[in-house]
């Protein structure tokens, strides 16, 4: 063991003060009673101090606590990503109006919000299916907690429960997915599965291949569950509907990334061919799996605009976008190669902004007006002009019309699928992309071409903060959209992953 | 057929039988009771395998812990006693099919795979002092993790359960 527990344990510090922060906010619960917004300080504080802790945390690539967790540069964004998430859910929960009537309990609130954020960093360097099972739990029931955590509303309630249902049996079958593949390999250490695998043994053969077939599709289902891929993604409209809105973003964006960092990892080190020069990395070990995740594509991302055009609730219209959009990520996990999931994380770079910055306003409607039906947006853009128009770039943005941050997600995604046989993947994608215009200009035109149903044209006034923090959204928005370089630099640079021979 | 052998088919025809019974008693603290034999026989099987540890945890946990609680909360919750559980009125036929499909298909995986055989059997003298010394060495991260999941849950489930004082219905 090359490693000691202590070097580990200094490897982890952010880790270890997102945990830390955890208790230290269950304490400060304890001690100062309705003081919930203290307790929400102190998680923002805790965030803050694992966010100056990730730059002194090496890069790797090594393994720590005996391989159970991959220090990597692959690992670092997901973690700079996830709690850089946190943060900002915190801040608007800190605004939202819709946690204020449980407001006495709102201490427990922060307190799951550092859980479930330790518990999705602990997903972003999983090497170890015990490790990744443990992290995926964690965020799983964090997050149930906090879906039903307004529980005077009965929508929430409903969603929690319907939330752990689902949950439980995705869990489930991926456990026992998990035990097949184990009793097969006799590891449940990636590198290792991935080493027995590529010694061509017995296990590639027969029924002991079918088994492992059965293993990983079972496992797929749980995490797929994670990333609502369809056909896994049944939870996601009624959970991202009734949910508090701050935590539908906090899942449709942090909870969605710890997924694909756990599903890339998982099909990269275990299946996946590292020697290949091509620019698809193909999966050696008999199946196909880059076209089984094709299909898994192609379904998320035309299931999820599809039906998408018949919402008429944002909340619920941005679940089935966040579901469309968990398809065209797919692609680049499909692709697979360094371009590929390069792809992938500027994606979410972009995908950060866009959709927090469409939660948001969202949310802050919703406080304003009481509803979040889209005919209630109608005449919004001349009732609340700068709102109204970051509303209307935060849609562009998920559409991926040009200039803005979105454009060049979409754009970098499809051209690394361009490249690879894969190029009808990228038909497909173009031309759900053009139904996804279609929803999202619903909204636009309700918002700038329609009157007010009751007739009301009077301005809706929002405080100066939420102005503010939407115009904090515009920028990147733009801003990304025009100049990226410094983006693409850093994601090429965070591909590195801890592989096999390494 | 050695002695191992005949105490093996015996717990798991426990195990099986009692798990039937789990399923299709219409009476909830029937099924209830009958758990504990499928936890009884799967414990049996554990001592079979050499997994001691699992086996005492098993009882102690399963059946000393969590069963008896399900017992005093069917028993508490008297509504419940006398309740026949809707059964057998849901989509049979097609239940039945894939059911028996899922059923030979995973028979025929556990028979024809080859599956990892640990080189070495653990020893006759236990595994606990093994997996004390894993828990705090290899496996020291999943293990502090699960404590943190656990008190996650306990918390969530206390802010489920508990009333507000004041209860406003939307």
């Not at chain 1, 695998?197 to 797929?220: D, N, Q």
């Not at chain 1, 947006?377 to 559409?399: D, Q």
């Not at chain 1, 803005?404 to 361009?418: D, N, P, Q, R």
């Not at chain 2, 105490?7 to 009958?34: I, Q, W």
């Amino acid at each position: 063991m090359p490693e000691t527990i202590s070097s580990s344990i200094a490897n982890f510090r952010p880790e270890l003060a997102l945990a830390l922060t955890f208790i230290a906010a269950m304490i400060m619960e304890f001690a100062a009673r309705g003081k919930g917004r203290l307790t929400g300080a102190v998680v923002l504080a805790g965030f803050a101090v694992a966010l100056a802790l990730m730059p002194f945390s090496p890069a790797g690539p090594e393994r720590i606590f005996s391989g159970m967790i991959a220090l990597d540069p692959f690992s670092v964004f997901f973690k700079y990503f996830v709690i850089v998430t946190g943060i900002v859910i915190v801040l608007f929960s800190f605004q939202s109006q819709e946690l204020r009537r449980d407001a006495p309990r709102i201490g427990e609130y922060f307190c799951f919000i550092a859980a479930l954020t330790f518990g999705m960093t602990l997903m972003a360097g999983a090497a170890n299916l015990l490790m990744i099972y443990i992290a995926i739990e964690l965020v799983g029931i964090s997050s149930y907690i906090l879906a039903g955590f307004t529980k005077s509303v009965r929508r929430s309630s409903e969603a929690a429960l319907k939330y752990v249902l689902y949950g439980a049996v995705s869990s489930g079958l991926m456990l026992y997915g998990m035990s097949l593949i184990f009793g097969l390999m006799g590891s449940l250490d990636l590198v290792r599965i991935h080493d027995v695998l590529a010694r061509g043994h017995a296990i590639t053969t027969g029924w002991s291949f079918a088994t492992m077939m059965i293993g990983v599709v079972l496992i797929l289902a749980g995490l797929g569950y994670k990333i609502s891929a369809v056909p896994f993604h049944f939870w996601t409209p009624d959970v991202y509907e009734g949910a508090p809105i701050t935590i539908t973003a906090f899942l449709a964006v942090a909870s969605k990334a710890a997924g694909f960092a756990v599903l890339i990892r998982f099909f990269t080190v275990m299946f996946f061919d590292m020697y290949t020069t091509a620019n698809v990395r193909a999966s050696f070990s008999g199946v196909n799996w880059n076209l089984v995740l094709a299909v898994l594509s192609v379904a998320t991302m035309t299931v999820g605009n599809f039906i998408a055009v018949w919402q008429d609730n944002l909340k619920r219209m941005l679940a089935y976008s966040s579901i469309a959009h968990a398809g065209y990520l797919l692609m680049g996990v499909v692709v697979s190669s360094d371009s590929g999931i390069a792809a992938v994380l500027l994606y979410f770079i972009m995908y950060f902004f866009m959709n927090l910055g469409a939660f948001y306003v969202v949310m802050a409607v919703a406080d304003k007006i009481g509803s979040e039906h889209i005919d209630d947006y109608r005449g919004f853009g001349k009732r609340a002009p700068t709102v109204g128009v970051g509303f209307a770039i935060f849609l562009i943005s998920l559409t991926g019309l040009p200039p803005t941050g979105g454009f060049v997600g979409k754009l970098i995604l499809f051209s690394a699928v361009v490249d690879s046989p894969f190029l009808w993947l990228a038909v497909v994608a173009v031309l759900n992309t053009v139904v996804s215009l279609y929803y999202y200009a619903r909204v636009l035109r309700n918002m700038y071409l329609r009157e007010p149903l009751d007739g009301d044209i009077s301005p809706i006034r929002f405080r100066p903060a939420v102005v503010v923090t939407v115009v904090l959204f515009i920028i990147p928005n733009i801003l990304f959209g025009l100049y990226f370089e410094p983006l693409v630099k850093w994601t090429q640079a965070s591909v590195a992953m801890l592989l096999p021979g390494a | 057929m050695s002695y191992p052998d005949v105490l093996f088919y015996v717990f798991a025809a426990l195990a099986a039988v009692s798990a039937l019974v789990v399923v299709f008693a219409r009476n909830v603290v029937y099924a209830a009771f009958s758990l504990l034999f499928t936890f009884l026989g799967v414990a049996g099987i554990y001592v079979l395998l050499h997994a001691d540890f699992l086996a005492v945890a098993q009882i102690m946990i399963y059946i000393g812990g969590i069963l008896v609680l399900l017992i005093f909360g069917v028993m508490l919750t008297t509504r419940v006693t006398n309740v026949d559980l809707p059964g057998g009125v849901l989509k049979t036929m097609p239940a039945t099919i894939v059911s028996g499909i899922l059923l030979g298909t995973l028979l025929r995986l556990v028979t024809r795979a080859s599956w990892f055989v640990e080189p070495e059997l653990p020893s006759p003298e236990g595994t606990t002092a093994a997996i004390g010394d894993r828990l705090v060495t290899t496996h020291l991260l999943p293990f502090e993790v699960a404590g943190i999941l656990l008190l996650v849950t306990i918390m969530g489930a206390a802010l489920i359960a508990r009333t507000n004082g004041r209860r406003r219905d939307a």
